[in-house]
Structure formats: C-alpha cells, structure tokens
C-alpha cells in the first residue's frame, strides 16, 4: 500500500502535470501568446484581377488557397462593386466567383484576406503516393522529339546523385545553370510548356512523389507581382520544397501555398486581357486580438471548448472568479508556512475581491469603518439576549443601512471613491463583525486586533497578487493554470513542520 504521504504528491504531481502539458500545447503548438503585451505578425495579401469587359456577361472563377496546417484565416474580404458573389465548392476545391450582366471597359476586383503563421513548414498531413501511371504516358506532355533528350539528361542527373532529394536539386539546378548542358538547351528552346511542368513530368518518369506548388514568400512586402512555382518531392514520409532557381528553399523564409496541383488559379469568361496580380503586406497586431477572433477559436478543437466561445459578459465575470484560487494559494502559504491568523478561512480573498474594485486605500479605509462601527452595535445588541439567527440578520441590516449612509455621505461630499462600498460582501461583513464580537468577548481585544489584522494583512497580499495584469491575463487565457494551482495546494497541505511565526516565537530556546 502506498502511505498517504506518496499518495497525495502522485496525485498533486499527476494534476499539475495535466496543466502544464496544457499550457505547453496552447503556447507552443497553437502559438497562443502567454504574456499580454505579445504581438504577433499578421499578413493581409490581396489578389488583384483586371480585365477589359466586350458588353457581356462576365463571369470569373478564381481558386482560392487551402488552408494548411500552421494557417490561421482572421478574415476574407470580397471586394467587387456591382457584381454578384459566392464562393463555391468545386472538383478543384474552393473557388471565388464574381458575375454580371453586361460588363464594359477596364474593370477590377479585389480578394482579400488575412492570416497569422505558426510554423508553415511543418506539413503534418503526409499524402500517400500516387499510383504513377505507364512509363511510356509520363512524358507526353512533352513533345515526342524532345523525350529522349529527356531521358539522356535525366540518365546523367542520376549519376550525379544519390537520392531522391539530391536528384531534384541537381535537375534544377541543371535547368538553371547558366552554362547549361546540351539536352537542357535542347528542351528550354524547344518545349512549348513551363519549366515547373517540365521538372514535374521528368521527375514523375523518375518514380518520384511531386507535386506542384503555386504561393507567395511572406517575409517581406511586394505589390503588383505573380504566384511564385514551386515543386515539392516526397522522400521517406517528408515533403522538400525546391526553388525553380536554386534548387532548395530556406528554412526560415514563410511561403504561403496558394495553389496546389495545376488547376488554373483564374478563369474569366466574357472578357478579354484578363490578368492576376498579388500584393502581401505584415504588420504586427496585439496577441489578445488574434485569441478574442471567433474565426481562431474554431480551428482549434481546445479552443472551441473554451471560455472564448462564451458571450462576452459571461466572459467578464470568469475573469474575476478565476483570480480567486490565486487568492486560495495566498491564503494556504500566508497561513500554514507563515502562521498569520485570519478571520475566517477565505474571508481575506472575499475582501481582496472588494478592494480589486473599490482601489486599495479606499477599501482598507471603508472595510475599518464598517466594522469598528458594527462591532460597538454588535456589543449593543448583545445586552437583548437575542438568538443568534436574529442577532447576525440583525447584524446584517446594520451593515447595509451603514453601506448605504457612507454612499450616499460620499456621494453628497464629491468622493467618488467611496461610493464602490456596495462591492463589499455584505454577509460576510455581518459574519465577520459577529465572529470578531464573539472573540472580544472570549478572548479580548488583543485577539480581535490579531486576527483582524491578520486577515487585512492577507487579503492586502491577495489583492496585490490577483491584481496583477498577468495573472489575470494567465488565468482567463490559460486556465489550465488552476490544475497547477490544485497540484501546489495539496502538496502544501501536506506540510506539517514549524511555521515562520513558531520559529520566532521559539527563537530564544534556540540561542
């Protein structure tokens, strides 16, 4: 049997880790900021398409980006005076349409939206392999007086690597070299197709896993410029991704995909010198932003179960409830570490709660005053033999008429401080001007002004703690904190050795 020593810090240990791997996933992997004053960079990229309406109806079809992992969309925009507008789900994925009647003359359109990155390079979904198709089909698409000087550079290529990653970067680097061999200059002049197309053909003859990527380098502000190719090799469960001109693409450079495969970003029908541009411009936005964006929320299943998803006046009154175990901890540590009596065991957060609202000062000043003069009434009504019921509702009525005379006494003085009284606990007051009466009678003053001391003492440290912009911060965006919290209080309940006041007391027996 395990003793109950073990027990509890297994069970506080296993509580506290729960939190922190929690904590660690919303920081690390979904890129929520852990302090307030983070900003994160956020991209708004534009596509521009012009045209020349011939009075027809006009009708455009441009693809629209699937969302990869690491992408957050904050929001899309469709700007198109005068035209209708959808979006449509098609074979070749989502895709935004404009159309209208009759269309002449220049004409513009806009699609717009914005998005924040985590890590954009780490693509988690891996594709199987593509069946490939027949050896004599893969190159078709290049013209038949061409394939064999097709193959006799693809033969040469692999003798100048060793795998699939090397393989790609050497052909490309081949086409890009500027002395290139004599089958490149063969197919660059001859061949009618791109050379993304090119590259994606002969390294699909080779048996290779390729796709063809279309999208923007996101580290720097352009206008007015076009989809840069990509093309990207599958080799051993991992995706490389390879600039047509170098051969490799930097780690740390942020490209966004705009398109996959080689559908046709833009079609327009009913108009002629159609054309599309892009612009990315990045400013750095306040993180608290992005986390209150329903449109983040919903991408990540933990957020979606999260106090973001309430209304916002839901969320105003979690933000003061949660401080409150950072209270309970204050509580614990001032209590069973340090030894400071108090008036009841969380009376001191309740009033931490009131200050938090009325200011510090004025709540220390407002809290003296309501019970020093409730407890000279308490005394008086002890003389009627009251029962106890009768004593503290009596008690209470006191309270609220002396909350209600300071108000409006403050109120006719122009202190408007002092008219947050009514955020005081009205029933906790009347316990504690009871239990404080109760221990004057038994065991004098000097008690009274011990624990009530102790308790302002407290919840002046509680108010000083839960008051903190990050801790509030922390706790409403990170409440998987409090399973922290519940770790560290039951490991400090378990302590049982002297407290800081005892070896004070006993220091003379030491010397």
Not at 17 to 24: E, K, Q, W
Not at 314 to 335: K, T, Y
Not at 425 to 435: K, N, S, V
Not at 478 to 507: C, Q
Request: aromatic share 10%.
């Amino acid at each position: 049997m395990i003793s109950r020593k073990y027990h509890a810090i297994a069970v506080a240990t296993v509580i506290a880790s729960i939190g922190l791997f929690l904590l660690y996933y919303k920081v690390q992997i979904l890129g929520m900021p852990f302090m307030p004053d983070e900003t994160k960079p956020v991209y708004r990229i534009e596509a521009k398409i012009t045209f020349e309406g011939r009075n027809r109806p006009v009708h455009v079809s441009l693809a629209l980006p699937d969302v990869e992992e690491g992408v957050h969309i904050i929001s899309e925009d469709a700007s198109s005076s005068g035209y209708g507008f959808t979006k449509a789900k098609t074979a070749q994925g989502v895709r935004a349409e404009w159309a209208k009647r009759r269309v002449t003359g220049p004409q513009t359109l806009y699609y717009t939206f914005e998005l924040i990155l985590h890590d954009i390079s780490k693509v988690k979904n891996i594709e199987e392999k593509e069946q490939l198709p027949q050896e004599s089909e893969l190159l078709l698409d290049i013209p038949v007086g061409l394939q064999s000087a097709a193959k006799n550079l693809l033969k040469d290529v692999r003798w100048r690597s060793a795998d699939p990653h090397s393989f790609t970067a050497q052909l490309i680097r081949d086409f890009s070299d500027k002395d290139p061999s004599q089958a490149v200059k063969i197919l660059l002049a001859k061949s009618n197709i791109s050379k993304q197309d090119m590259l994606y053909h002969m390294l699909r003859y080779e048996g290779l896993t390729v796709k063809k990527l279309n999208g923007l380098f996101l580290d720097d502000a352009h206008r007015n410029f076009h989809l840069i190719p990509l093309i990207e090799v599958l080799h051993k469960n991992k995706w490389q991704r390879y600039d047509l001109e170098t051969g490799k693409i930097e780690k740390d450079k942020k490209f966004f995909v705009w398109r996959k495969g080689g559908h046709s970003i833009i079609d327009v029908t009913g108009a002629k010198n159609s054309k599309i541009t892009f612009s990315v411009n990045k400013r750095h936005v306040p993180s608290r932003y992005l986390i209150d964006n329903k449109n983040i929320v919903k991408n990540s299943a933990i957020l979606d179960f999260s106090l973001f998803t309430l209304p916002v006046s839901e969320q105003n009154a979690f933000r003061h409830m949660l401080l409150v175990p950072f209270g309970a901890l204050m509580v614990v540590f001032l209590r069973v570490f340090v030894g400071i009596r108090t008036s009841g065991t969380f009376m001191p957060i309740l009033i931490a709660l009131a200050f938090m609202e009325t200011t510090l000062v004025t709540g220390l000043i407002m809290f003296v005053l309501i019970v020093s003069i409730g407890l000279v009434i308490r005394s008086y009504l002890s003389t009627l033999n009251l029962l106890l019921v009768a004593r503290i509702s009596a008690v209470v009525i006191v309270v609220i008429t002396i909350m209600s005379f300071m108000s409006i006494l403050s109120f006719k003085l122009g202190i408007e401080e002092a008219m947050t009284i009514t955020f005081f606990p009205m029933i906790i007051l009347a316990w504690t001007i009871e239990r404080m009466s109760i221990l004057w009678e038994e065991e004098g003053a000097k008690e009274v002004l011990v624990q009530g001391g102790g308790s302002l003492f407290v919840a002046v440290c509680a108010y000083f703690v839960m008051s903190n912009p990050l801790i509030g911060h922390i706790t409403f965006n990170f409440p998987e904190v409090l399973l922290i919290l519940l770790g560290m209080i039951i490991l400090m309940g378990r302590y049982s050795g002297y407290r800081l006041t005892e070896l004070l007391r006993f220091k003379s027996f030491m010397d």
